[in-house]
């Protein structure tokens, strides 16, 4: 199956972006013989691709899993590739990249999410792109053998962040408390994996930033009012839109709401009173920002 360039990959507008040069990979790979005797070669060995004849069969029956939420399959058709990775030779090659290829989307989305001065889509979508080979060609399959789309992409956003933190002096959050904050809710084992990511994704930011307590990660879930408002604030303190004080002001009246301890800024007297000015001025501040841009990175 012959892939185009995501739309994504030319807002930036150079010629050889990084979207181009995988497009030109992958059209590589998929008319190589020997890409199409490796695939030959897995079919023989593994029912998951019995009607595989090709990269780009394997890509399309990854698509179709996808399309229709089998998350089983579609978790066991990417482990089998993750398992032919570690091979090496060009087995492992066809393997390594036929998987990234299938999380590519995934990619721009990403890149889109982590716009801000300084970083424009083309350096963010290097980026996530970089991390995201990184990460297929380690991820610890033996150990993480379950949700390993959530897995892969959540693995290769904490890598970005960490990439793009050191460009833009920021301080992502470490592995250990990504880890943490992945694992603090089995309940979300029930979600499907991109709400799983979306909300894993959304509390790592908002950990980062501040934003929440650790006792208040029950209040945000995907589709909410009161998740899109946390997004919201994340994307204002990115884009420079808030500062960090004013967005950590708004998210502790806003999204916190049910677990404030009932002071009312009238019962706190003058403090009350400054706390509603800046309160105030920040929901200026973020009605007046280019939301068509916020919408552009959602």
Not at 40 to 51: M, R
Not at 280 to 291: K, Y
Request: glycine letters at 8%; aromatic letters at 6%; a negative charge.
């Amino acid at each position: 199956m012959a892939h185009r360039p995501t739309s994504a990959g030319t807002e930036s507008g150079p010629h050889d972006s990084t979207d181009m040069r995988m497009h030109r990979a992958w059209l590589q790979m998929c008319q190589d013989p020997r890409a199409e005797a490796v695939v030959g070669g897995w079919a023989a060995e593994s029912e998951f691709f019995t009607d595989c004849t090709g990269t780009g069969e394997v890509l399309t029956l990854l698509n179709e899993l996808y399309r229709a939420g089998d998350w089983p399959g579609h978790d066991a058709l990417l482990s089998a590739l993750l398992d032919r990775v570690p091979r090496g030779g060009y087995e492992g090659e066809v393997a390594w990249l036929v998987t990234v290829r299938a999380l590519l989307p995934k990619a721009a989305r990403m890149a889109r999410s982590q716009l801000r001065p300084g970083i424009d889509f083309e350096e963010a979508f290097s980026v996530v792109v970089g991390a995201l080979f990184e990460v297929v060609r380690t991820y610890p399959l033996g150990r993480c053998p379950r949700n390993i789309y959530t897995g892969l992409a959540l693995r290769t956003l904490t890598l970005a962040r960490q990439t793009l933190g050191r460009l833009l002096d920021d301080a992502p959050l470490p592995p250990d408390e990504v880890a943490e904050i992945a694992d603090r809710r089995p309940g979300d084992q029930g979600l499907e994996p991109e709400e799983r990511f979306e909300r894993l994704s959304l509390l790592m930011d908002a950990t980062e930033l501040q934003l929440l307590g650790k006792d208040d990660y029950e209040h945000v879930h995907s589709g909410t009012a009161r998740a899109e408002l946390l997004r919201l604030i994340v994307w204002a303190v990115r884009t420079g839109v808030l500062r960090s004080e004013e967005a950590q002001l708004l998210a502790d009246y806003y999204v916190d709401a049910d677990s404030r301890d009932g002071r009312t800024p009238r019962s706190m007297g003058s403090d009350g009173d400054r706390v509603r000015k800046a309160r105030s001025r920040a929901v200026s501040r973020l009605r007046a920002a280019d939301h068509n841009a916020y919408w552009l990175a959602a």
